[in-house]
């Protein structure tokens, strides 16, 4: 599939990933593999055995080691093969790996780099959500589309009366009204004007944050394929302190959350599940600001994930791989 270029995506919740066994998940179109090293740091891979394709997800750690099911070949943290039950003694190929993508792990998410340069050290753009709590509140939402029409249907102020008309629609009655759009690097700002209360913001690649007084909406868009994405939902507030009534009012807000965004989901997937682009043959209209700044914004960036490795041969034979020097 296609992605932005150089960007750091949210991929996964810290919560889903436990230290003791690996996790498999589709995302950015490929079958990936997410496991903790023995220090908990996370680590990412493509999740395909470099032996003969078994998905390493299925398999456990053994002293820090990811084992494959199959023929428990196990892999360091970096990818490289450590040991081949059937040959303890033979000197391992560097050639036998996995392959690793760079990871992080921060703000409660994993993020997997996109390439094709190398990742950056530099803190990944992030909102600040100064004291407010989020506890109880984190879903994840599962919808048949491209993760580009999920992004746009969030950059979209017009749809509210529409899709929304029994819920926060409802007293929404200016539509026409000029909206205030921004795009600054890889964050686009709209809202009724720059310091109106009501603000929506988009961080290149796929984080969003809705700010309304004392209630912050936070979403992530994890691509999973070109005709699949979930949502990572998040609500925050300030309006209660004490820890188990915070917890109690993000449960209320998750359990809202689903609702409106069942009805969004009924009307998006009922779009052509295609990735957008700035020219695809649909006829904006000066109200989808925000949605023309993002597509402009991405085809700059654009670029197909995995990027393309240089120097790799496609198969190796047993014989390559496995080095009889010492046996
Ligand atoms: S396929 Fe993984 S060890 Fe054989
Ligand atoms: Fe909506």
Redo the contacts with the bound molecule.
């Keep these: 599939m296609h992605v932005i270029a150089n960007r750091w995506y949210a991929l996964l919740t810290s919560a889903e990933l436990q230290s003791s066994r690996p996790q498999g998940a589709r995302r950015l179109g490929q079958d990936l593999v997410f496991w903790r090293n023995t220090a908990g740091s996370v680590r990412v891979a493509m999740d395909a ?1 470099p ?4 998905k ?1 997800s299925a398999g456990r750690m053994v002293n820090g080691c990811l084992e ?1 099911p ?4 196990q892999f360091a943290d970096d990818g490289a093969c450590t040991f081949i039950p059937p040959h303890p003694d033979r000197t391992i190929s560097p050639a036998m790996r996995l392959d690793t993508l760079p990871s992080r792990e921060e703000h409660g998410f994993i993020w997997v780099w996109t390439g094709p340069e190398a990742a950056t050290d530099a803190p990944i753009p992030f909102f600040d959500f100064g004291d407010l709590s989020c506890a109880g509140s984190a879903d994840a939402i599962p919808v048949r589309t491209h993760y580009t029409r999920a992004i746009e249907n969030q950059l979209d102020y017009s749809h509210l009366p529409f899709v929304h008309r029994r819920t926060i629609g409802r007293f929404v009655k200016d539509v026409a009204r000029e909206q205030f759009v921004e795009t600054d690097g890889d964050v686009i700002r709209f809202g009724p004007s720059k310091d109106a209360d009501a603000l929506i913001e988009f961080i290149g690649p796929n984080i969003w944050r809705l700010r309304t007084g004392r209630a912050w909406q936070f979403l992530a868009f994890v691509p999973v394929d070109d005709d699949n994405m979930l949502y990572y939902t998040r609500s925050y507030q300030g309006v209660v302190g004490v820890p188990g009534l915070s917890w109690l009012v993000g449960r209320m807000g998750r359990f809202f959350n689903r609702f409106i965004f069942a009805e969004d989901t009924a009307v998006v997937e009922s779009q052509p599940a295609v990735e957008t682009r700035l020219r695809m043959g649909e006829m904006l209209v000066p109200s989808d600001g925000p949605i023309i700044a993002y597509r402009r914004w991405r085809e700059a960036n654009r670029t197909p994930f995995p990027p393309e490795k240089k120097g790799r041969t496609p198969t190796s034979t047993q014989e390559d791989v496995v080095d009889k020097r010492t046996s």
């Design positions: 055995c032996h003969r394709g078994a390493v494959c199959f023929h428990g070949f």
